[in-house]
């Protein structure tokens, strides 16, 4: 349901993690595209306004965070504020505690799912550990309390009716009392549903929720209908206090912006999501996971979190301030090939990468740690001033530098030739050079 948004902020974070630095016009660009791609998922425009805004003002503000590429931090920062739209935390319902069964009283429009909703709920607090009942309180149409009956045949989980025309409330309370005496510990009802929130529906659920003091009063909308679906939330949620969200139908093509607005328009969590009409369809909402899905991270996270680790802080500043001073020696690059390999194996690294893993073995193995033994040993066979002063290293010292790490030549003549490259990058950089470059490729790859 949320492809498009999803290939949209992939393709917006695909590119962001390429850069070796952004600029605020970087910044600027991809967050407009952010807005946009959000727009298009139909999401709120509100949440959509706070969401770039604060997103922006975390990247400005931790502008130089340690040894981690801008773009990653980014994305990172992307991540963390759809968590957060997304509600944080997941909603778990509070069942407990005993004695007395707890309350789940479901309330919807009609047509949203509530009935399907219950049976499948039950199931799953069934497989939680927990002993749940239905109570069929939707006693205008002998049709809806039949078609919790046959679910509850379908699923072998208990439901309570009574006649057509009983008050909502006795039923509920009957409801309670097998509850009781039957040794379950949730109840579960499912309530009539209208056209259009009306004055008598919500009389009537407030007068239910008062008799029965449900623990869980949650709200079932069709994930379908989109902003609409965020308006009817507010809505209900203005007369009869929700705790949670169920989002049905998850699994249609709409664009999905329901969502992601509805928790920070209404302030009311997703407890589940809908993603079918089977009784196992009911999924617990996970605001990190989704978000996960959603910028297709793979392990990505995990990745800037070793690279934090790994790098030192200080002696990457050093670094860079001797590159810009052009002072950059072989030494350095030694010790920056050592942050590296403290981040782990190159090859593990590349497998976190989203996309990449699935790239052959020849960037594999461009990138392995053979390679950069083979760079570090080269430069430990020089002599300090050699690698101080590469310039000096003329055909005999590279025989004698190529016999001492076990190489080749060849193998030295790339590597001087790679840091010569990078040096003049660098002093281009350095002198105010207007554009920023690709990143430096590192001698060896
Ligand atoms: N694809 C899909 N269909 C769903 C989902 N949830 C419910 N449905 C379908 O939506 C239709 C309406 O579901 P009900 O559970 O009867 O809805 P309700 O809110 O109880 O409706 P009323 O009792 O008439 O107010 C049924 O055909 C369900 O199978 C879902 O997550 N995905
Ligand atoms: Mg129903």
């Given at each position: 349901m949320l492809e498009t948004l999803s290939a949209r902020l992939q393709a917006i974070a695909t590119r962001l993690r390429g850069q070796a630095r952004l600029t605020e016009a970087d910044l600027d660009m991809a967050l407009r595209e952010v807005r946009l791609a959000l727009l298009e998922a139909d999401v709120h425009f509100r949440v959509v306004k706070t969401?770039?805004?604060?997103?922006?003002?975390?990247?400005?503000?931790?502008?130089?965070?340690?040894?981690?590429?801008?773009?990653?931090?980014?994305?990172?920062?992307?991540?963390?504020?759809?968590?957060?739209?997304?509600?944080?935390?997941?909603?778990?319902?509070?069942?407990?505690?005993?004695?007395?069964?707890?309350?789940?009283?479901?309330?919807?429009l009609q047509g949203s799912g509530k009935t399907t909703s219950a049976a499948k709920l039950a199931v799953r607090l069934r497989r939680d550990g927990h002993r749940p009942l239905l109570v069929a309180a939707d006693v205008y149409r002998p049709a809806a309390v039949e078609q919790l009956v046959r679910l509850g045949e379908?699923?072998?989980?208990?439901?309570?009716?009574?006649?057509?025309?009983?008050?909502?409330?006795?039923?509920?309370?009957?409801?309670?009392?097998?509850?009781?005496?039957?040794?379950?510990?949730?109840?579960?009802v499912d309530t009539a549903g209208r056209q259009h929130m009306d004055q008598p529906m919500m009389a009537e659920l407030e007068g239910l929720a008062s008799a029965l003091q449900p623990t869980e009063s949650l709200l079932v909308v069709d994930a379908m209908t989109g902003q609409e679906a965020v308006r009817v939330a507010e809505t209900f949620h203005a007369s009869l206090p929700l705790t949670g969200l169920i989002l049905t139908k998850m699994d249609g093509d709409a664009r999905g912006g329901a969502a992601l607005s509805i928790r920070t328009v209404t302030g009311v969590p997703i407890a589940y999501v809908g993603t079918g009409e089977g009784m196992d369809a009911l999924e617990a909402f996970h605001p990190d996971r989704l978000?996960?899905?959603?910028?297709?991270?793979?392990?990505?996270?995990?990745?800037?979190?070793?690279?934090?680790?790994?790098?030192?802080?200080?002696?990457?500043?050093?670094?860079?301030?001797?590159?810009?001073?052009?002072?950059?020696?072989?030494?350095?690059?030694?010790?920056?090939?050592?942050?590296?390999?403290?981040?782990?194996?190159?090859?593990?690294?590349?497998?976190?990468?989203?996309?990449?893993?699935?790239?052959?073995?020849?960037?594999?193995?461009?990138l392995d740690d053979g390679e950069l033994r083979r760079v570090e040993a080269i430069i430990d066979s020089m002599t300090p001033t050699e690698r101080r002063e590469p310039h000096l290293i003329k055909a005999a010292r590279r025989r004698r530098i190529a016999a001492g790490s076990g190489t080749s030549v060849a193998h030295v003549n790339r590597l001087l030739r790679q840091f010569e490259e990078m040096q003049k990058l660098v002093r281009q950089l350095g002198s105010g050079g207007s554009r920023p470059g690709p990143a430096p490729r590192l001698p060896g790859r």
């Open positions: 969401f770039v805004a604060r997103i922006r003002e975390r990247a400005i503000g931790s502008a130089v965070l340690d040894g981690v590429r801008p773009g990653h931090q980014v994305v990172k920062l992307v991540h963390e504020e759809l968590v957060d739209i997304l509600g944080g935390e997941r909603h778990v319902l509070r069942l407990g505690p005993p004695p007395g069964p707890a309350v789940v009283l479901l309330v919807g379908q699923v072998g989980i208990e439901v309570v009716t009574g006649p057509t025309g009983t008050p909502p409330a006795s039923i509920a309370e009957a409801g309670l009392t097998a509850a009781r005496n039957g040794g379950a510990d949730v109840v579960i978000a996960q899905r959603i910028l297709g991270m793979g392990d990505i996270l995990t990745l800037v979190e070793r690279a934090q680790e790994g790098m030192d802080r200080e002696e990457a500043e050093r670094a860079a301030q001797r590159m810009l001073e052009s002072r950059f020696t072989l030494e350095d690059f030694r010790s920056q090939l050592q942050q590296v390999k403290r981040m782990g194996p190159i090859g593990q690294l590349f497998e976190m990468v989203p996309g990449a893993a699935g790239l052959g073995g020849a960037a594999q193995a461009a």
